[in-house]
């Protein structure tokens, strides 16, 4: 996981309005609104508002976040975070008592084909 010590932060009285891009970790504990991408993680705290499309390679979420994600590596969605939007990412994670509504598109996984499964025999419906 990547060093959180060493991010950049958007303290909690902060507000920004537009594009932001960066090459670091970054962590949120005010409000944006608008696009975010980063080259690496992503943590919006808890208390954080986040109304953007994301693109990062990893995305930790313990506040609110409305907007859709893409993710290289990895979204996490906490216990107490809200979200709203659509995920793609090859890994998603999504704690008990966490709130989403949106699709997710799992990216990097390909279903390996198996035998086609069959009706078992002696086995008839009721009606």
């Given at each position: 996981?990547?060093?959180?010590?060493?991010?950049?932060?958007?303290?909690?009285?902060?507000?920004?309005?537009?594009?932001l891009?960066?090459?670091?970790?970054?962590?949120?504990?005010?409000?944006?609104?608008?696009?975010?991408t980063?080259?690496?993680?992503?943590?919006?705290?808890?208390?954080g508002?986040i109304?953007?499309?994301?693109?990062?390679?990893?995305?930790?979420?313990?506040?609110?976040?409305r907007?859709?994600?893409?993710?290289?590596?990895?979204?996490?969605?906490?216990?107490d975070?809200?979200?709203?939007?659509?995920?793609?990412?090859?890994?998603?994670?999504i704690?008990?008592?966490a709130?989403?509504?949106?699709?997710i598109?799992?990216?990097?996984?390909?279903?390996?084909e198996?035998?086609?499964?069959?009706?078992?025999?002696?086995?008839?419906?009721?009606?």
């Amino acid at each position: 996981m990547a060093d959180i010590d060493s991010a950049g932060v958007i303290g909690r009285g902060l507000f920004i309005k537009g594009e932001l891009h960066g090459e670091e970790n970054l962590v949120i504990e005010g409000r944006v609104e608008g696009v975010i991408t980063l080259k690496k993680h992503l943590v919006i705290e808890q208390g954080g508002v986040i109304l953007a499309d994301i693109t990062t390679e990893n995305i930790t979420i313990k506040g609110e976040m409305r907007g859709n994600m893409t993710a290289t590596q990895k979204v996490e969605i906490h216990a107490d975070a809200r979200v709203v939007g659509d995920i793609t990412a090859p890994r998603v994670v999504i704690a008990d008592g966490a709130s989403f509504k949106g699709h997710i598109e799992m990216t990097g996984t390909t279903l390996k084909e198996g035998p086609t499964p069959t009706a078992l025999p002696g086995r008839r419906s009721r009606g």
